[in-house]
């Protein structure tokens, strides 16, 4: 039964969406969060259509059987290829996620921006849409990074190995006189340091996490969803209350315990689980 205690899911293929969890728990620090990440399929930039739409259903099941209230895709390929498939079959609310075209156009002042995102999400209609709508007057220069998903699934945010991957991406877009870019994949906020350090600061950073809880904090209160806030605790309390997080993933458990703690810096074991892909 699904309750304002309950937790909101987010899924993602893999890492890249603990820059979503990152976001939503700063705005919604009472709500207790479940992350999916099904890291054995990881990354789904390299997957069809009919793939990516089995696995989402598949996993937005088991989270349904986990009471979860409301579920956030936290993948922009996901979302492009699924989200309005999950919102006909779902009766809960469901929040995807899309590259900021439209703030990127808005805030340019050169006209040219980049976007780095998978190529799958590049080849969507739902990604040709946007500049259509949005970027008549803005040239976008398009770069699909599928390395740069891998090197953060590995743990690598930073090394020369990323940096020149990383480098070869910007250079097209610093080349065109772009002055912003747009993060089309929630894996590549981890490289934000890294773009800053390459670009030197030169490019303005288009990233739609906040704009994500934002998203979701009118969703659950239009449903009178949202969980009411704990009494004011002192910080000596606060180091004994529970975190109210899980993580999950079809992949190495391990391995996502590790990565959460060097992205988020949250030290919660993962639990490893298999779920069936559903043929829909």
Request: glycine letters at 6%.
């Amino acid at each position: 039964m699904v309750r304002n205690e309950s937790p909101i899911g987010i899924f993602d293929s893999g890492v890249g969406g603990l820059s979503v969890l990152r976001a939503i728990r700063a705005a919604l620090p009472d709500e207790a969060l479940l992350y999916f990440a099904d890291s054995r399929y990881a990354p789904y930039g390299k997957r069809d259509n009919a793939f990516i739409t089995a696995r989402m259903l598949g996993i937005v099941q088991w989270l349904e059987a986990q009471h979860v209230k409301a579920i956030v895709v936290a993948c922009n390929t996901a979302t492009v290829h699924t989200v309005s498939i999950l919102r006909k079959r779902f009766q809960m609310p469901i929040i995807g996620v899309e590259p900021g075209i439209k703030p990127a156009a808005l805030r340019s002042r050169t006209r040219v921006a980049g976007v780095l995102a998978t190529a799958s999400t590049l080849k969507s209609v739902r990604f040709n849409t946007l500049l259509t709508q949005y970027g008549s007057d803005c040239r976008f220069i398009c770069q699909a990074g599928h390395d740069l998903v891998d090197d953060i699934e590995s743990g690598d945010t930073d090394s020369p190995v990323v940096m020149r991957h990383l480098l070869a991406r910007l250079q097209p877009i610093l080349y065109a006189s772009a002055d912003t870019l747009v993060l089309g994949c929630t894996h590549y906020p981890f490289l934000l340091k890294a773009v800053h350090v390459l670009t030197d600061q030169q490019l303005k950073v288009i990233d739609t996490g906040e704009a994500i809880a934002r998203q979701l904090m009118l969703r659950l209160t239009d449903q009178h969803l949202l969980i009411k806030p704990d009494p004011p605790v002192t910080q000596v309390e606060s180091i004994f209350l529970p975190t109210p997080l899980r993580f999950v993933t079809t992949g190495d458990a391990l391995q996502l315990t590790r990565m959460t703690w060097q992205l988020l810096g949250v030290n919660v074991a993962a639990e490893h689980v298999e779920i069936a892909s559903d043929s829909g």
